[in-house]
């Protein structure tokens, strides 16, 4: 079943490995919160404890074989301690079995509002890695409970973070009033005049 890691993010090179090394290595993250995962575990070669949520069935079947899947993460792992799993097959807009305030890396990649639905786990000071493939980005961005604290960059197949000039993204191309709840309902990402591949916002309460 860990064939389907191997189809999705290792042939395809869309592991993005390297990021959460670098994360890691800035931030002090020990615990992940990932909701609409897919099968995308690679968070766990770097952070000891992680949370994934799907409600896609592939998703629910490959995580069902847990042995197998903590195989593959004690495999690839960059730390001393046994690997903790979670996996919750359900919707994420769902409550979650998570204490709140409790996690020190929420993603949001590539499925949905997740800075919204997911933000209660996050702890205060802690961190949220997000794209705006689905707007998230830009709803964060408007959000005065986080706070951009880093540009995620990607070129020549490295990933690097940047601290420099933030207050030069998320201005509009084009001149709309942009609200959380627009960006929300319209589900998919406005230009903006400049870009990441993803950002860091630090949660400020
Ligand atoms: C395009 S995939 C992205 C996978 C992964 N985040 C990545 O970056 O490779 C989107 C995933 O989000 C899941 N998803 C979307 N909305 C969800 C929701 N409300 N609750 C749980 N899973 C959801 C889908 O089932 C799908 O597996």
Redesign the pocket.
């Known amino acids: 079943m860990t064939e389907l890691y191997k189809k999705?993010?290792i042939d395809r090179q869309?592991e993005?490995a390297e990021l959460f090394l670098k994360l890691t290595e800035k931030y002090k993250i020990n615990t992940v919160l990932?909701?609409?995962?897919?099968v995308?575990i690679t968070p766990s070669f770097y952070i000891p404890t992680a949370y994934y949520?799907?409600?896609?069935r592939k998703?629910k079947k490959f995580f069902a074989n847990k042995s197998e899947v903590v195989e593959l993460i004690n495999k690839r792992k960059n730390y001393e301690q046994e690997p903790e799993l979670h996996f919750f097959g359900?919707?994420?807009?769902k409550p979650l079995d998570i204490k709140e305030r409790s996690i020190d890396l929420l993603?949001s990649?590539?499925?949905?509002p997740i800075s919204q639905?997911c933000k209660r786990y996050l702890k205060k000071g802690g961190n949220l890695l997000v794209n705006n493939s689905h707007a998230d980005a830009g709803i964060a961005a408007l959000d005065s409970d986080y706070k951009l604290v880093g540009a995620v960059k990607f070129s020549n197949r490295k990933y690097t973070i940047s601290e420099d000039n933030l207050d030069e993204y998320f201005y509009p191309k084009k001149d709309k009033e942009l609200s959380i709840k627009y960006l929300s309902e319209l589900g998919k990402g406005v230009g903006y005049t400049k870009t990441a591949s993803s950002y860091i916002f630090e949660k400020c309460c």
């Open positions: 999705w993010f869309f993005r990932y909701p609409g995962s897919f995308h949520v799907d409600s896609d998703a359900q919707d994420y807009f993603i990649q590539y499925a949905g639905a």
